[in-house]
Nanobody, 126 residues
Framework: QVQLVESGGGLVQAGGSLSLTCAASGHPLGHYAMGWFRQTPGKAREFVAA????????LYADSVKGRFTVSRDDAKNTVSLQMSSLKPEDTAVYYC???WGTGGYSYPGASAYDDWGQGMQVTVSA
């Protein structure tokens, strides 16, 4: 059974940068689509970014486009989310997820994913 663990979160001032890493154990991530989502209290989980199994295709929410970059390193069994020009509205718990099914797309819907990490808090102060 796969275990996904996010790391790299924390507190940063507006305009700053953070890099989140999602490390998998128990199953290789290669050839599977990955996604990043975030959630704030009382709100539904929100799509942030996704990457295809090959790493050649990415998809971003409009709210983070141009500021966030998703990448993967299948040799290390990790997926990363580089966040820059952070805003207070980026404050949330961030989750990584893996989709075990086949398909060469980037998936923005949470229901497309099968396994999730436990989440990592990112707080951006004004």
């Amino acid at each position: 059974q796969v275990q996904l663990v996010e790391s790299g979160g924390g507190l940063v001032q507006a305009g700053g940068s953070l890099s989140l890493t999602c490390a998998a154990s128990g199953h290789p991530l290669g050839h599977y689509a990955m996604g990043w989502f975030r959630q704030t209290p009382g709100k539904a989980r929100e799509f942030v970014a996704a990457i295809t199994w090959s790493g050649e295709g990415t998809l971003y929410a409009d709210s983070v486009k141009g500021r966030f970059t998703v990448s993967r390193d299948d040799a290390k069994n990790t997926v990363s989310l580089q966040m820059s020009s952070l805003k207070p509205e980026d404050t949330a718990v961030y989750y990584c997820a893996v989709r075990w099914g086949t398909g060469g797309y980037s998936y923005p819907g949470a229901s497309a994913y099968d396994d999730w990490g436990q989440g990592m808090q990112v707080t951006v102060s004004a």
